[in-house]
């Protein structure tokens, strides 16, 4: 029989700690990286006088693109169909939105609506709706090829993607 003392439970725990830290680590490292972008974040970790990189990256495209509601949306939706080719839908939605709100300052626009074209985009794309890696569960319970899912919601999914762009300039 195995008895379990105060040191075996310690080291037990120091290893579940590390398998979680193993697990965990990149997710910490790309969402810092991504939310040290936004200035209020950054002036909390890095200094009371750091500046976000997606500043500089708003500068930068401010002196090359000329920045209105048409091509801040645009980006934003772009940007949202990247980050849902994932899969997920929802891994570049901390990204979108510290976007958003850089551009929205630099244009005055509502950041809220900004964002949301971008969140739009990320989960329709990533959420299963265009790419089918998340209907892989659903196609397994239906007993439907995934494929054909993605193929039947494409043309639904792109119309109501044109529209949300539509509305979302409307609204800016």
Do not use: C, R
Request: proline content about 4%.
């Amino acid at each position: 029989m195995v008895t379990l003392t105060a040191s075996h439970i310690a080291y037990l725990i120091m290893i579940l700690i590390i398998l979680i830290l193993l697990t965990f680590a990149p997710i910490i490292v790309v969402s810092a990286f991504f939310l040290l972008g936004e200035t209020s974040m950054a002036k909390e970790v890095i200094s009371p006088h750091a500046k976000g990189y997606l500043v500089d990256l708003g500068m930068y495209l401010s002196q090359h693109i000329p920045l209105n509601k048409y091509t801040v949306s645009l980006l934003e939706f772009s940007l949202g169909i990247l980050t849902g080719l994932s899969g997920s839908g929802f891994s570049g939605l901390p990204l979108i939105g510290a976007i958003a709100k850089t551009f929205s300052s630099t244009l005055n626009l509502n950041p809220a609506i900004l964002a949301s074209i971008g969140q739009i985009a990320a989960i329709w794309t990533g959420g299963g709706t265009i790419i089918p890696w998340s209907t892989v569960a659903v196609s397994t319970v239906i007993d439907v090829e995934a494929e054909k899912i993605a193929k039947k919601n494409m043309v639904p999914a792109i119309a109501g993607l044109m529209a949300a762009y539509l509305v979302t300039i409307f609204l800016l």
